[in-house]
């Protein structure tokens, strides 16, 4: 079964603070993806990654870096973590052509910016 | 840029009958897919069923059904014989571009005992 895994559960930062979430794939996906997870909203793209070293900006990427140093490994970074930024964190991977390929997700990392 | 609509925040339905969850999208696309998530309390979202657009048959998966019309841009979810585990938040998402899914808000199913 594929494998992604969030790092962290639960985190509690203060404003200012530079968080990094991260994720992890066991299942050699060329794709990789970052969802924030708000109530009333869904699901919105922050960053995805097509390779080693690529990255493209999603709908809301505005406040979050991203990084992608290895095929398995996909970072998400608050620079400066803000009391907005207070939300469920999703990762998620696919195989397959993007479009057409089913999503796995990680559980999520909730994150309180206090 | 492709939106995404579920009408319907929230749908109860007591447990063994059959409920069905409405999305609409908005694609000047011909070819694309359509999917829905599942997403149980605490656990991670999970595909429940996949359509590609250019397939005229509806798709199936046990319990699970869509219905599909193309021309309305619509897409909804039926679920057969409702169980206590189906309770959960279900997402519709649309794939048609390079970049990821786009997702609607959501509908949390209640399953009522």
């Known amino acids: 079964d594929v494998k992604v895994t969030q790092s962290s559960r639960y985190l509690v930062k203060r404003t200012g603070e530079k968080v990094f979430l991260e994720c992890v794939q066991d299942?050699?996906?060329?794709?990789m993806f970052w969802y924030r997870q708000d109530p009333g909203l869904g699901l919105r793209l922050i960053y995805f990654?097509?390779?080693?070293?690529?990255?493209e900006k999603g709908d809301i990427p505005e406040g979050y870096s991203v990084s992608r140093e290895k095929k398995e490994r996909f970072s998400l970074i608050l620079e400066s973590a803000s009391t907005n930024q207070t939300s469920m964190y999703l990762c998620?991977?696919?195989?397959?052509?993007?479009?057409?390929?089913?999503?796995?997700f990680g559980e999520g990392s909730r994150l309180t910016v206090l | 840029a492709q939106t995404v609509t579920q009408s319907q925040p929230e749908m109860s339905v007591q447990e063994a009958e059959t409920v069905t969850l409405s999305c609409t999208y908005d694609?000047?696309?011909?070819?694309?897919?359509l999917f829905w998530y599942k997403q149980p309390p605490s656990r991670q979202m999970i595909l429940v069923i996949r359509?590609?657009?250019?397939?005229?048959q509806n798709a199936t998966e046990n319990r699970f059904s869509v219905n599909f019309q193309k021309a309305a841009k619509s897409f909804s979810l039926k679920i057969s014989d409702s169980q206590l585990g189906d309770a959960a938040m279900y997402f519709c998402?649309?794939?048609?571009?390079?970049?990821?899914?786009?997702f609607g808000k959501g509908t949390h199913l209640i399953i009522q005992p």
């Open positions: 998620a991977s696919s195989a397959q052509l993007v479009r057409a390929g089913e999503l796995f």
């Open positions: 998402a649309y794939g048609g571009g390079a970049d990821g899914l786009t």
């Open positions: 990654s097509y390779d080693v070293k690529m990255k």
């Open positions: 694609t000047s696309e011909s070819d694309y897919y």
């Open positions: 359509q590609e657009a250019y397939k005229q």
């Open positions: 299942m050699d996906h060329e794709n």
